[in-house]
């Protein structure tokens, strides 16, 4: 069983930078280091999509395209946090982000959003 929460969602005018965190916890007590962390957001009225995933194992950091450039994610295994810093928002970034996990060896890759975990999410709103 794995915990998340995710932190540091806000109102930002377009053009600021915010940087989310996601704090893991496991029932074992064991680190994320055996899963795929993502994180992805909901805009109203839209399907969730997969933002970005930090590399894992032979797998390398994805962007979704809309972000690249913009947005930077990372973990830490020893800490259980994922952070995604992102900068340069737009109004079109606004959107509920919630913090995803899933056993590594069962992650096909983007397009894969049936995770294990999820976290309630934080919501970012940027204003025009």
């Known amino acids: 069983q794995v915990q998340l929460v995710e932190s540091g969602g806000g109102l930002v005018q377009a053009g600021d930078s915010l940087r989310l965190s996601c704090a893991a916890s496991?029932?074992?007590?064991?680190?994320?280091?055996?899963?795929?962390m993502g994180w992805f957001r909901q805009a109203p009225g839209k399907e969730r999509e997969l933002v970005a995933v930090?590399?894992?194992?032979?797998?390398?950091?994805y962007y979704t395209e809309s972000v690249k450039g913009r947005f930077t994610i990372s973990r830490d295994n020893a800490k259980n946090q994922v952070l995604l810093q992102m900068n340069s928002l737009k109004p079109d970034d606004t959107a509920v982000y919630y913090c995803?996990?899933?056993?590594?060896?069962?992650?096909?890759?983007?397009?894969?959003?049936?995770?294990?975990?999820w976290g309630k999410g934080t919501l970012v709103t940027v204003s025009s």
């Open positions: 930090p590399a894992w194992k032979d797998l390398r950091t």
């Open positions: 496991t029932a074992s007590g064991h680190t994320i280091a055996s899963y795929v």
């Open positions: 995803a996990a899933k056993s590594g060896s069962r992650w096909s890759g983007p397009g894969d959003n049936v995770m294990d975990y």
